[in-house]
């Protein structure tokens, strides 16, 4: 279900629950299907020992897929026209993410969005940016 | 690097999908997908990082018979990592990614993917050292040789891991 223009209004604020609790499971998953297998996402005894971080900690396009859901969720299939974050801390096994898409422009059949997700501490993990077609 | 053949498979939609936690049925069921506006499955917005599955060189993919800095028998398969590999020190990162869409990506879809060097700049971070960013622009162009998707990625190298803000007084995140 596509969003309509009229119905949209600059300052609007969406939001959702990305992940709760998120696991290294699901951390492995992500490193199979996208085929980024840097064992600073899946190898513990690497990550600490070797890389010196205190645990894996998750691909930051598992966030950004993660966030992605919520987007096209709220535009609706194959609307997208842009999106593009920064990931500005990084995300743990055990955290819990939300996210926010705020309307920040409605013109010529294209609504635009501030991207933002967050952990249970309320520490921004990624911020960007999306564009969608919307209906009139 | 070199062009190279990304062929689009419904299955690895299906996985890459489950994989971000998106239970959508555009992504997998086809009777369903077809009943959309999408008018078929199609594959989530993130979802051409995984052409790396179709890249015979990538650099975070284990090789049959190589040395591999992931751990094994020791903490790490060799005793210096290579790029990106966060070794040692610091290592690669993600830093950015940006995507234009100019048309949804459909399962069947066969796509050639061109890599351009981008810029490469420099900066003093406060948690870890120097940071050396470099971006790559990547262009996606199907069967007909149709743009589909650019992806514009930056990536960081640190000088030492990032260091860790203090843990928060409640809502410990791990356990030792």
Excluded: C
Aim: glycine share 12%; no cysteine; proline share 6%.
């Amino acid at each position: 279900m596509a969003l309509s223009a009229s119905k949209l209004k600059v300052g609007d604020v969406h939001s959702a629950r990305l992940v709760e609790d998120l696991k290294r499971t699901q951390i492995v998953q992500y490193a199979g299907a996208s085929g980024d297998y840097n064992p600073l996402h899946t190898d513990e005894i690497f990550t600490t020992k070797v890389a010196g971080y205190p645990s894996v900690f998750a691909h930051g396009m598992l966030t950004m897929g993660m966030t992605g859901r919520m987007l096209t969720d709220l535009v609706g299939d194959a609307r997208l026209t842009k999106y593009g974050v920064r990931f500005t801390s990084q995300v743990w096994p055990g955290d819990t993410l939300d996210g926010t898409a705020t309307v920040t422009e409605v013109a010529d059949g294209i609504a635009r969005f501030d991207v933002s997700t967050k952990n249970q501490d309320g520490v921004e993990v990624l911020s960007g940016y999306a564009e969608a077609r919307v209906d009139p | 690097m070199a062009a190279k053949t990304f062929p689009i498979e419904a299955g690895h939609i299906m996985m890459f999908a489950r994989s971000v936690g998106d239970p959508n049925p555009v992504y997998y069921d086809a009777e369903a997908a077809k009943k959309t506006e999408a008018g078929g499955v199609i594959a989530p917005p993130t979802f051409v990082q995984s052409s790396a599955q179709f890249d015979p060189d990538y650099f975070l993919r284990p090789k049959i018979g190589q040395p591999w800095f992931g751990s094994g028998k020791n903490p790490t398969g060799i005793t210096r990592a290579p790029g990106g590999g966060g070794g040692g020190g610091g290592g690669g990162l993600h830093a950015e990614q940006h995507y234009e869409y100019h048309r949804p990506l459909k399962a069947g879809d066969v796509l050639t993917a061109t890599t351009f060097p981008g810029k490469t700049w420099e900066k003093e971070g406060k948690r870890s050292g120097k940071l050396v960013f470099s971006e790559s622009v990547t262009e996606y162009r199907d069967q007909n040789g149709e743009l589909v998707v650019t992806a514009r990625g930056v990536g960081v190298r640190t000088e030492r891991p990032v260091e860790q803000p203090a843990p928060p007084a409640t809502g410990k995140k791990e356990e030792a």
